[in-house]
């Protein structure tokens, strides 16, 4: 997809990106509350999440690069909504964009490469957890047919203050 002058290429995500990806997630981490994770993370301390994203199954990573260069400018990613067995057609999906790579339709390509992704897999539905306030979150979602389900309030606490989650649902 051509975005003003630099072409976006979606892909699954492999062990090359393990770094770039780590980078772009401890970003968030550090700097907003969109996570709840609060101490940064190494690649090593990240890479059984990225062994937990096969390039099939219902648990997907497809991560958007630069065509140019083929830096990194986001990843969106399906995981397990909760561990126990009865949950496993459900999954929980989240979408991260690089800072600099902003209001480019990357989290749209990212979304829509995921679900296209997981088209043929035995996935019933998808949830994401929305730290508020988050108006770009809550319209990515919805442009994708995601519903608002409920709002947990102040239910994580990161930099000294209480944070409440929006949940959203969208049939697979």
């Known amino acids: 997809m051509a975005t003003g002058h630099t072409e976006v290429q979606v892909r699954p995500g492999s062990e090359d990106d393990l770094k770039a990806l780590t980078d772009l997630y401890n970003h968030y981490v550090r700097e907003t509350p969109v996570t709840f994770d609060t101490e940064p993370f190494t690649p090593e301390e990240r890479r059984p999440w990225l ?16 065509a140019d260069s083929q830096e990194i400018l986001g990843y969106a990613s399906s995981g397990p909504y909760r561990p126990k067995p009865a949950y496993a057609t459900s999954v929980e999906t989240t979408v991260y964009v690089a800072p600099h790579a902003g209001r480019r339709g990357i989290g749209s390509l990212l ?43 102040e239910v994580g606490r990161k930099f000294g203050r209480y944070w409440d989650v929006a949940w959203y649902e969208r049939r697979l």
């Open 111 to 153: 979304y829509a490469s995921l679900f296209d992704a997981l088209a043929g897999e035995d996935v019933h539905r998808a949830y994401a957890a929305v730290a508020q306030p988050n108006e770009a979150s809550a319209r990515l979602h919805a442009r994708f047919g995601f519903r608002h389900v409920g709002t947990y309030r």
């Open 51 to 66: 062994l937990s994203h096969p390039e099939d199954g219902p648990y997907r990573l497809r991560v958007a690069t630069d």
